[in-house]
């Protein structure tokens, strides 16, 4: 089965900061598109139609809905710790919210996680926009908690994974311009949605744009995933060597991150300077 065919279980998470080590998981989305690049693009506006797929079983702080082509689970987390103005600002969620409606983190990373590896021990890929981020966040937060890695969930290291912008980078190299994935969806032709930086909206659109370069580049659809996943490394390394180039030729620190589709463990990351992913 090639990556275009399997089923996507796209991830997005929001949180308290933008340093993957130290913040803190606020809210969670994972979008089960079972036919991979062959589905519609998601609705999530419509409640759909209860199907065969696991149900969230009407608590505060989850939500579920299942659709013929799409399958959407959410969290809200209260974090433990006050969620800055700043992180506010960007995803909506305050402190007291996360207080008042979000359920104990623990019990969200467990569920969370435990979507995850469930997946990824079926051979399907998990796709996320900047995977280093959010993959780091959720190990980092397991650890916190002590509830087991991702890796010791699994017994070796989460993959396959789909990270649009590392295959963007690595399939339009020369393309001018941000690669954020507001600015993809009109590369793509993905509709820009009103209110982007919620989880399942973001999970929604980074779907949509991985369609469209399915699409796009057909060269890369006789890949399985595995391959794709070994693709994306080599991808990813390829444009950290030349961006962290680009930076030392102007008198820059080179501090990006050679790791995909995690970063460092942070202990090993203060030992050399601290490499960090960009997009």
Known sequence: ?????????????????????????????????????????????DAGTAGSHPRIGGRTGTRQRDSSAARLRTWLADPGVPI???????????????????RPIVEVLDELATALVDHWQQGFPVVVFNAPFDLTLINAELRRHQLGSLEERL??????????????????????????????????GVPLAENAHTAEVDVDMMLGVLAAMAAKFPQTASMDAAALHDFQIDNHRTWADS?????????????????????EPAAELASHGGPRSID
Request: without cysteine; glycine residues 10%; negative net charge.
């Open 1 to 45: 089965m090639n990556w275009t065919e399997a089923p996507w279980l796209g991830l997005d998470t929001e949180t308290t900061g933008p340093d993957p080590h130290t913040a803190r998981l606020v809210t969670a989305a994972l979008v089960l598109r079972p036919d991979g690049a062959g589905d519609q693009q998601p609705e999530l506006g």
């Open 84 to 102: 800055p103005a700043g992180a506010t600002a960007i995803h909506g969620i305050s402190t007291q919210t996360a207080r008042r409606d979000g």
């Open 155 to 188: 017994g070796t290291d989460p993959a396959p994974v789909i990270d649009p912008l590392v295959l963007d980078h690595g399939l339009d190299r020369y393309r001018r311009g941000k690669r954020t994935l507001a600015a993809m969806t009109s590369v793509y």
């Open 243 to 263: 961006f962290g180039s680009w930076l030392a030729s102007r008198g820059r620190p080179d501090t990006i991150s050679r790791s995909w589709p995690q970063e």
